[in-house]
């Protein structure tokens, strides 16, 4: 089945605790991206991957990592975490450009406290 | 910057009547626009997309949209609502000079019997 996974799905962790959330797509999908969700701000894109090794940053990059070391994999880091960056999150996938249909996980709630 | 709009913050609507959401954008060249649609506790899933050609676009679900170039807008309509319609709609939109994508905030949608 083609999908997106993340890991995990709900993480309550502390202000300064480094965590990194994991994405995982089966499709051979070039691009790649990251997405947090805020009440009344939608969703707003925070790195994005065109391809193995190439990462740039979306509209709220900061205090957010990613790497691309293989195609599948597109993990978010957050080396030390602030109550501001309690959201849920999404990643998602598409064929190579954006513009084709993004196929997204079923989303990350983390809480900083 | 290219930006999205959607005035609607929520909407109700009685079951059977028809909906219409509408979604305004900001972007110079011809945008690539989508309507994904999160149903409570989910991930998007996308209903429609129009990249170009007849501006009328079918998308899942009996939905479909309209591009208007001159009002810069991409509504997305269905004639009769069910219940299980009720869920958060965002309009999206991917641009071919960059590789960002960028949503709109959302509307909220009730169905009432």
């Known amino acids: 089945e083609a999908q997106v996974t993340q890991n995990p799905r709900y993480l309550i962790t502390v202000t300064g605790k480094k965590l990194t959330v994991t994405c995982s797509q089966n499709m051979n999908h070039e691009y790649m991206s990251w997405y947090r969700q805020d009440p009344g701000l939608g969703l707003r894109q925070i790195y994005y991957s065109m391809n193995v090794e ?60 | 910057a290219q930006s999205v709009t959607q005035p609607d913050i929520h909407i109700t609507v009685s079951e059977g009547a028809s909906l219409e959401l509408r979604c305004n954008y900001s972007y110079g060249a011809t945008p690539y626009l989508f309507w994904y649609v999160q149903s409570p506790g989910q991930g998007l899933q996308l209903l429609l997309k129009y990249f170009s050609g007849d501006t009328l676009v079918q998308g ?54």
């Open chain 1, 54 to 113: 190439v990462t740039d940053k979306g509209d709220v990059p900061e205090g957010y990592k990613v790497s691309r070391k293989e195609k599948r994999n597109f993990p978010l880091i957050l080396e030390s975490p602030s109550p501001n960056q309690t959201s849920l999150y999404f990643c998602a996938s598409s064929r190579d450009l954006p513009f084709y249909e993004q196929y997204f996980g079923p989303g990350t709630r983390l809480t900083v406290t």
């Open chain 2, 60 to 113: 899942i679900k009996g939905f479909e949209a309209e591009f208007k170039r001159s009002q810069s807008s991409f509504n997305l309509r269905k004639p009769s609502v069910h219940w299980s319609d009720a869920a958060e709609y965002f309009c999206a939109v991917g641009t071919n000079t960059g590789n960002q994508f960028y949503f709109g905030t959302g509307t909220s949608l009730t169905v009432i019997p």
